[in-house]
């Protein structure tokens, strides 16, 4: 009798962990944008091609832990040039990922601070993410953003006209998800 | 017999379940249901792009193929759409062309893989092909070393130099070219020989500073990225063509001017015109071109 017993407890425990699943990324609409902000003007480059990895219970809309990955060279600005010269005070070839790992995610209705670890150019730091989770009919959409100092990852501000852009790095993400 | 039979359907169940669960499997391991226990073994954790050819190499075992389910449902998380065909069908990964999504990951750690950036950009200008490419001028006379990642950092480091001072000698230019036109305008005016002498020497430097500022932006080396795209950069380089062209046109129509007995004939009078005014497109060009890389 005992192990019939072992046996359905055993089921009870993995049926509750199936609960918290991996959801499918849409790629198509996810994105990550940074914007940098030069006297002169602002620059905004988008990435197209970021992984965003989300476990969450979809049937009590909780989101339990979120992580992103970026190759770099992604980022478009519309401007070869400035995102080559981008690239350049980033060190891609020596540091051509960011990715993003959460630690603990607090979630209050839609409103998400997520608290995780960002490691960019080299180096990782404690990041904060304020998002907003909105789960809808078969798909959940996560909007957020993070602001991250550029001295801070021990990256060199980039000048325009012998002009540095301000310290603050702005990142800002749109993550579509399916639900199965 | 009785109590392992149940243990063994409970682990086979529980095992699948689980195995979906676990941070770090990649998507291809995290298949569900009995085609994600099926599948499991040819993507272990040490499997890789190699993975790939043994499971391909399972495709051909007989013994596999009579294993496999009918109509089983395999959904790999995130990166492909659940899909309802036989398994090892599926599981051919070129030809559902999940190629791109496999070369994502690192299959070792289970995460996305690290990105190599291309040392060189695709579509490079023929000077920077035949200069910096892995075969250019450059490293076959041994001023820079084969095409290593370091070595195109010191390359980029080289060519953010170059920059820099192309840009700071693009302002002195335009100080050069504003002072001559200044002094030409004034000896079209008063004909004092001191403005004339003030006019060629200016035109002298303006030449000098302007080859030497076109030279670093011509002989740098190319930058990480390049996309075909309308950009600021694209405008400047096309006003560069311009403003290139009436450095060229404006000096020499310029000695073809001729003051004889200390009056202009008709000829030299529309030629100084042509003169002027070339050399004011040239200086209004040429100023326009910095102010847009600016933007």
């Not at chain 1, 979630?107 to 990041?127: A, C, E, N, P, Y």
């Not at chain 1, 060199?156 to 990142?171: A, G, K, N, Q, T």
Request: glycine share 6%; aromatic share 8%.
């Amino acid at each position: 009798m005992k192990p019939y017993v072992l046996c359905l407890v055993l089921l009870g425990v993995t049926g509750a962990a199936a609960q918290v699943t991996h959801l499918k990324q849409q790629k198509e609409g996810s994105l990550m944008t940074y914007k940098l902000v030069h006297p002169l003007h602002h620059v905004e480059a988008t990435s197209k091609e970021v992984v965003y990895d989300v476990q969450a219970d979809a049937t009590k809309k909780e989101i339990r832990s979120v992580s992103g990955w970026v190759d770099v060279t992604t980022f478009d600005s519309g401007n070869s040039n400035r995102d080559s010269h981008a690239m350049e005070v980033i060190d891609a070839i020596s540091y051509p990922e960011a990715k993003f790992e959460s630690a603990d995610v607090l979630q209050r209705g839609d409103s998400l601070i997520v608290k995780g670890k960002l490691t960019f150019h080299g180096v990782t730091k404690d990041v904060l993410a304020l998002c907003k989770a909105s789960w809808s009919e078969g798909k959940l959409e996560v909007d957020g953003g993070f602001d991250v100092s550029l001295t801070a990852f021990n990256i060199d501000r980039p000048s325009l006209l012998m002009i540095p852009v301000e310290d603050r790095l702005s990142f800002s993400l749109v993550a579509l998800f399916v639900l199965n | 017999m009785k109590t392992l039979l149940p243990m063994a359907v409970v682990a086979v169940i529980g095992g699948t379940v689980y195995a979906s669960e676990i941070p770090g499997f990649t998507p291809l391991e995290r298949g569900t249901g009995a085609v994600g226990l099926f599948s499991t073994p040819a993507f272990t954790p040490d499997g890789g792009p190699f993975a790939l050819k043994r499971f391909e190499s399972l495709q051909e075992d007989e013994e596999v193929e009579a294993a496999r389910p009918e109509t089983p449902v395999v959904r790999f998380d995130m990166y492909t759409e659940t899909v309802r065909t036989p398994p090892l069908e599926i599981l051919d990964l070129e030809r559902a062309d999940f190629t791109d999504e496999v070369a994502l990951f690192d299959t070792a750690e289970g995460a996305p893989a690290h990105p190599k950036p291309k040392l060189l950009p695709d579509n490079m200008s023929l000077m920077e092909r035949s200069l910096w490419g892995e075969g250019g001028i450059i490293r076959a006379i041994g001023f820079s070393s084969p095409l290593t990642p370091e070595v195109r950092k010191s390359e980029l480091a080289l060519r953010r130099t170059m920059l820099t001072i192309h840009q700071i000698g693009g302002f002195a230019t335009l100080g050069l070219m504003v002072t001559a036109a200044y002094y030409g305008q004034r000896y079209l005016n008063l004909s004092r020989s001191h403005d004339r002498n003030m006019h060629q020497t200016f035109v002298t430097a303006t030449i000098a500073s302007y080859s030497l500022t076109a030279l670093l932006a011509i002989l740098s080396p190319p930058p990480l990225i390049r996309r075909d795209e309308t950009s600021t950069t694209t405008i400047h380089k096309t006003l560069a063509w311009v403003h290139a062209a009436g450095m060229i046109v404006t000096p020499i129509i310029g000695t073809m001017i001729r003051k004889r007995s200390g009056r202009y004939s008709y000829n030299d009078l529309s030629t100084a015109r042509f003169h002027q005014v070339s050399a004011y497109i040239t200086t209004g060009v040429f100023a326009a071109s910095l102010i847009v890389i600016t933007f």
